[in-house]
Protein backbone atom coordinates (compact mmCIF):
# COMPACT_ATOMS: atom_id res chain seq x y z
CA UNK A 1 0.00 0.00 0.00
CA UNK A 2 1.30 3.59 -0.89
CA UNK A 3 1.61 6.19 2.08
CA UNK A 4 -1.08 8.07 0.48
CA UNK A 5 -3.22 5.14 -0.79
CA UNK A 6 -7.28 5.84 -1.09
CA UNK A 7 -6.69 9.51 -0.65
CA UNK A 8 -7.65 12.46 -3.29
CA UNK A 9 -5.27 15.45 -3.53
CA UNK A 10 -5.59 18.54 -4.93
CA UNK A 11 -3.26 20.51 -6.85
CA UNK A 12 -3.07 24.20 -8.34
CA UNK A 13 -0.12 24.91 -10.60
CA UNK A 14 0.26 21.13 -11.63
CA UNK A 15 1.21 22.10 -15.16
CA UNK A 16 4.55 21.65 -14.80
CA UNK A 17 7.80 22.13 -12.41
CA UNK A 18 7.12 21.21 -8.97
CA UNK A 19 3.13 20.94 -9.23
CA UNK A 20 3.70 17.98 -11.47
CA UNK A 21 6.21 16.53 -9.56
CA UNK A 22 3.91 16.77 -6.72
CA UNK A 23 0.88 14.96 -8.55
CA UNK A 24 3.42 12.19 -10.09
CA UNK A 25 4.91 11.50 -6.52
CA UNK A 26 1.72 11.34 -4.53
CA UNK A 27 -0.01 9.13 -7.50
CA UNK A 28 3.08 6.68 -6.98
CA UNK A 29 1.98 6.61 -3.37
CA UNK A 30 -1.64 5.37 -3.85
CA UNK A 31 -3.59 8.60 -4.36
CA UNK A 32 -5.99 10.13 -7.03
CA UNK A 33 -5.22 13.61 -8.14
CA UNK A 34 -7.35 16.82 -8.77
CA UNK A 35 -4.96 18.99 -10.88
CA UNK A 36 -5.60 22.75 -11.51
CA UNK A 37 -3.73 24.82 -14.04
CA UNK A 38 -4.45 28.84 -15.48
CA UNK A 39 -2.19 27.28 -18.71
CA UNK A 40 -2.22 30.71 -19.55
CA UNK A 41 0.44 33.60 -19.79
CA UNK A 42 0.91 36.64 -17.73
CA UNK A 43 2.05 39.77 -19.33
CA UNK A 44 3.69 40.61 -16.50
CA UNK A 45 6.41 37.67 -15.91
CA UNK A 46 9.12 37.37 -18.21
CA UNK A 47 8.84 33.56 -18.73
CA UNK A 48 6.14 31.34 -20.33
CA UNK A 49 3.22 29.73 -18.36
CA UNK A 50 2.45 26.16 -18.40
CA UNK A 51 0.22 25.01 -21.44
CA UNK A 52 -3.03 23.07 -21.89
CA UNK A 53 -0.23 20.87 -23.51
CA UNK A 54 1.67 20.42 -20.17
CA UNK A 55 -1.66 19.80 -18.20
CA UNK A 56 -2.58 17.00 -20.15
CA UNK A 57 0.89 15.41 -19.95
CA UNK A 58 0.56 16.28 -16.16
CA UNK A 59 -2.87 13.83 -16.40
CA UNK A 60 -0.52 11.34 -18.72
CA UNK A 61 2.32 10.59 -16.27
CA UNK A 62 -0.91 10.35 -13.52
CA UNK A 63 -2.54 7.69 -15.36
CA UNK A 64 0.95 6.21 -16.20
CA UNK A 65 1.19 5.44 -12.71
CA UNK A 66 -2.44 3.42 -12.47
CA UNK A 67 -4.11 6.34 -10.77
CA UNK A 68 -7.00 8.31 -11.67
CA UNK A 69 -7.21 12.18 -12.43
CA UNK A 70 -9.55 14.93 -13.23
CA UNK A 71 -7.50 17.84 -15.00
CA UNK A 72 -8.99 21.54 -15.16
CA UNK A 73 -7.97 24.72 -15.80
CA UNK A 74 -8.36 27.28 -13.52
CA UNK A 75 -7.45 30.79 -12.21
CA UNK A 76 -6.47 30.53 -8.73
CA UNK A 77 -7.36 34.23 -7.85
CA UNK A 78 -11.03 33.34 -9.17
CA UNK A 79 -12.06 31.69 -6.18
CA UNK A 80 -15.05 30.93 -7.84
CA UNK A 81 -13.05 28.93 -10.65
CA UNK A 82 -11.15 26.83 -7.80
CA UNK A 83 -14.38 26.10 -6.29
CA UNK A 84 -15.75 24.91 -9.33
CA UNK A 85 -12.54 22.79 -10.49
CA UNK A 86 -12.77 21.00 -6.62
CA UNK A 87 -16.18 20.12 -7.00
CA UNK A 88 -15.63 18.65 -9.95
CA UNK A 89 -13.09 16.41 -8.93
CA UNK A 90 -14.43 15.31 -5.60
CA UNK A 91 -18.25 14.35 -7.46
CA UNK A 92 -15.69 12.31 -10.10
CA UNK A 93 -13.42 10.76 -7.53
CA UNK A 94 -15.82 10.68 -4.58
CA UNK A 95 -13.46 12.84 -1.89
CA UNK A 96 -10.99 15.24 -0.74
CA UNK A 97 -8.02 14.55 1.59
CA UNK A 98 -5.04 16.59 0.73
CA UNK A 99 -4.64 20.02 -0.71
CA UNK A 100 -1.37 21.70 -2.33
CA UNK A 101 -1.85 25.45 -2.45
CA UNK A 102 1.39 25.33 -5.21
CA UNK A 103 0.56 27.75 -8.07
CA UNK A 104 3.14 30.88 -7.76
CA UNK A 105 4.88 33.43 -10.63
CA UNK A 106 7.67 35.46 -9.81
CA UNK A 107 7.38 38.77 -11.83
CA UNK A 108 10.49 40.02 -11.27
CA UNK A 109 10.95 43.39 -13.13
CA UNK A 110 7.72 43.17 -14.63
CA UNK A 111 5.94 45.64 -16.39
CA UNK A 112 3.48 47.18 -15.65
CA UNK A 113 5.17 47.63 -12.05
CA UNK A 114 2.45 47.49 -10.16
CA UNK A 115 0.59 45.02 -12.17
CA UNK A 116 3.08 43.08 -11.79
CA UNK A 117 2.92 43.34 -7.75
CA UNK A 118 -1.18 42.92 -7.93
CA UNK A 119 -0.25 39.64 -9.97
CA UNK A 120 2.10 37.94 -7.41
CA UNK A 121 0.09 38.87 -4.65
CA UNK A 122 -3.32 37.66 -5.93
CA UNK A 123 -1.31 34.47 -6.59
CA UNK A 124 0.48 33.33 -4.71
CA UNK A 125 -1.53 34.84 -1.38
CA UNK A 126 -5.10 35.29 -2.74
CA UNK A 127 -4.45 32.21 -4.57
CA UNK A 128 -3.17 30.09 -1.49
CA UNK A 129 -6.60 32.01 0.48
CA UNK A 130 -9.00 31.19 -2.23
CA UNK A 131 -7.62 27.39 -2.23
CA UNK A 132 -7.46 26.41 1.44
CA UNK A 133 -10.55 28.13 2.08
CA UNK A 134 -12.41 26.70 -0.66
CA UNK A 135 -11.10 23.41 0.67
CA UNK A 136 -12.04 23.79 4.44
CA UNK A 137 -15.86 23.11 3.80
CA UNK A 138 -14.78 19.82 1.62
CA UNK A 139 -12.59 17.45 3.93
CA UNK A 140 -13.10 15.82 6.94
CA UNK A 141 -10.85 14.92 9.99
CA UNK A 142 -7.36 13.74 9.20
CA UNK A 143 -7.15 16.08 6.26
CA UNK A 144 -3.35 17.94 4.65
CA UNK A 145 -3.70 21.61 3.70
CA UNK A 146 -0.51 22.33 2.50
CA UNK A 147 1.22 25.80 0.78
CA UNK A 148 4.28 26.51 -0.64
CA UNK A 149 6.42 29.28 0.65
CA UNK A 150 9.91 29.92 0.00
CA UNK A 151 13.63 30.02 1.37
CA UNK A 152 13.26 33.83 1.10
CA UNK A 153 10.69 33.81 3.60
CA UNK A 154 13.46 33.78 5.98
CA UNK A 155 15.90 35.57 4.44
CA UNK A 156 15.21 38.96 6.22
CA UNK A 157 14.76 42.25 3.99
CA UNK A 158 17.47 43.87 5.47
CA UNK A 159 16.15 47.06 4.58
CA UNK A 160 14.90 48.24 0.99
CA UNK A 161 17.81 50.62 -1.14
CA UNK A 162 15.06 51.46 -3.33
CA UNK A 163 11.43 51.32 -2.35
CA UNK A 164 9.26 51.05 -5.08
CA UNK A 165 11.91 49.93 -7.59
CA UNK A 166 10.65 46.85 -8.44
CA UNK A 167 6.99 46.31 -7.11
CA UNK A 168 6.95 42.66 -8.52
CA UNK A 169 10.15 41.31 -6.97
CA UNK A 170 8.71 42.71 -4.09
CA UNK A 171 4.95 41.26 -4.18
CA UNK A 172 6.72 37.96 -4.65
CA UNK A 173 8.47 37.99 -1.20
CA UNK A 174 5.13 40.19 0.54
CA UNK A 175 3.39 37.19 -0.66
CA UNK A 176 5.09 33.87 0.71
CA UNK A 177 5.60 35.81 4.10
CA UNK A 178 2.01 36.89 4.49
CA UNK A 179 0.91 33.33 3.53
CA UNK A 180 3.33 32.09 5.81
CA UNK A 181 1.47 33.86 8.29
CA UNK A 182 -1.76 32.96 7.07
CA UNK A 183 -0.79 29.23 7.58
CA UNK A 184 0.15 29.56 10.77
CA UNK A 185 -3.12 30.92 11.75
CA UNK A 186 -4.90 28.57 10.12
CA UNK A 187 -3.51 26.09 11.48
CA UNK A 188 -4.60 27.23 15.01
CA UNK A 189 -8.20 27.36 14.02
CA UNK A 190 -8.48 24.00 12.13
CA UNK A 191 -6.63 21.82 14.75
CA UNK A 192 -9.68 21.35 16.89
CA UNK A 193 -11.20 20.16 13.74
CA UNK A 194 -8.25 17.22 13.42
CA UNK A 195 -7.19 19.40 9.82
CA UNK A 196 -3.56 19.76 9.59
CA UNK A 197 -2.41 23.12 7.76
CA UNK A 198 1.41 23.12 6.96
CA UNK A 199 3.67 25.32 4.46
CA UNK A 200 6.53 23.99 2.55
CA UNK A 201 9.38 26.40 1.96
CA UNK A 202 11.97 25.74 -0.74
CA UNK A 203 14.98 27.04 -1.79
CA UNK A 204 15.96 27.64 -5.30
CA UNK A 205 14.59 24.98 -7.05
CA UNK A 206 14.86 23.62 -10.99
CA UNK A 207 11.80 24.63 -12.68
CA UNK A 208 10.79 27.26 -15.31
CA UNK A 209 11.05 29.98 -12.46
CA UNK A 210 14.63 29.86 -11.84
CA UNK A 211 15.62 29.39 -15.48
CA UNK A 212 14.01 32.87 -16.50
CA UNK A 213 16.02 36.18 -17.08
CA UNK A 214 14.29 37.85 -14.31
CA UNK A 215 15.53 35.46 -12.12
CA UNK A 216 19.40 35.36 -13.48
CA UNK A 217 18.93 38.99 -12.91
CA UNK A 218 18.35 38.82 -9.32
CA UNK A 219 21.42 36.50 -9.05
CA UNK A 220 23.45 38.92 -11.70
CA UNK A 221 22.70 42.33 -10.91
CA UNK A 222 26.30 43.01 -12.05
CA UNK A 223 25.46 42.17 -15.32
CA UNK A 224 22.55 43.90 -18.10
CA UNK A 225 21.35 40.85 -19.47
CA UNK A 226 22.81 37.51 -18.02
CA UNK A 227 22.71 34.55 -19.35
CA UNK A 228 22.07 30.80 -17.83
CA UNK A 229 25.96 30.44 -18.05
CA UNK A 230 26.12 33.92 -15.90
CA UNK A 231 23.73 32.98 -13.14
CA UNK A 232 24.66 29.24 -12.48
CA UNK A 233 27.92 29.86 -10.29
CA UNK A 234 26.12 32.57 -8.42
CA UNK A 235 22.52 30.14 -7.43
CA UNK A 236 24.84 28.25 -4.48
CA UNK A 237 25.52 31.53 -1.92
CA UNK A 238 21.43 31.03 -1.18
CA UNK A 239 22.25 27.71 0.00
CA UNK A 240 24.63 26.45 2.76
CA UNK A 241 25.19 23.37 1.20
CA UNK A 242 27.20 23.67 -2.04
CA UNK A 243 24.34 23.14 -4.89
CA UNK A 244 22.89 25.93 -6.76
CA UNK A 245 19.59 24.35 -6.45
CA UNK A 246 17.34 21.40 -5.47
CA UNK A 247 14.89 19.31 -7.54
CA UNK A 248 11.55 19.29 -7.40
CA UNK A 249 10.91 15.62 -6.41
CA UNK A 250 12.76 17.30 -3.26
CA UNK A 251 9.83 19.22 -2.45
CA UNK A 252 7.27 16.69 -3.31
CA UNK A 253 8.89 13.96 -0.80
CA UNK A 254 8.35 16.75 2.18
CA UNK A 255 4.43 16.87 0.64
CA UNK A 256 3.81 13.74 0.02
CA UNK A 257 5.27 13.51 3.50
CA UNK A 258 2.79 15.89 4.90
CA UNK A 259 0.10 14.41 2.94
CA UNK A 260 0.25 11.08 4.46
CA UNK A 261 -0.87 10.06 8.02
CA UNK A 262 2.64 9.45 8.84
CA UNK A 263 2.56 13.44 10.01
CA UNK A 264 -0.90 13.21 11.05
CA UNK A 265 0.34 15.03 14.55
CA UNK A 266 2.07 17.63 12.34
CA UNK A 267 0.16 21.26 11.83
CA UNK A 268 1.46 24.63 11.94
CA UNK A 269 5.00 23.62 10.37
CA UNK A 270 7.08 25.98 8.89
CA UNK A 271 9.02 23.09 7.12
CA UNK A 272 12.09 24.07 4.76
CA UNK A 273 13.72 22.01 1.75
CA UNK A 274 16.39 24.80 1.50
CA UNK A 275 19.98 22.33 1.87
CA UNK A 276 20.46 25.01 4.46
CA UNK A 277 19.44 28.17 3.43
CA UNK A 278 18.35 28.93 6.76
CA UNK A 279 21.02 28.61 8.42
CA UNK A 280 23.17 30.94 6.41
CA UNK A 281 20.75 33.99 7.23
CA UNK A 282 19.19 32.85 11.13
CA UNK A 283 20.87 31.93 14.08
CA UNK A 284 18.81 29.79 16.32
CA UNK A 285 15.91 30.60 18.53
CA UNK A 286 13.22 28.39 20.08
Known amino acids: MGRVAGKVAFITGAGRGQGRSHAVRLAEEGADIIA ?161 VNAVHPTNCNTAMLQSPGMYKAFRPDLENPTREDAEPAFPAQQAMPVPWIDPVDVSNAVVYLASDEARYVTGMQLRVDAGSYLKFQDFHA
Open 36 to 196: VDICRDFETVGYPMSTPDDLKETVKLVEDRGRRIVAVEADVRERGQIIDAMDRGIGELGRLDVVVSQAGIAALGGEPALQAWADGVDTMLVGTINTLHAAMSRVGEGASLIATGSAAVFMGTGGVAEPGADPGGAGYAYAKRALSDFVHELARNLAPRNIR
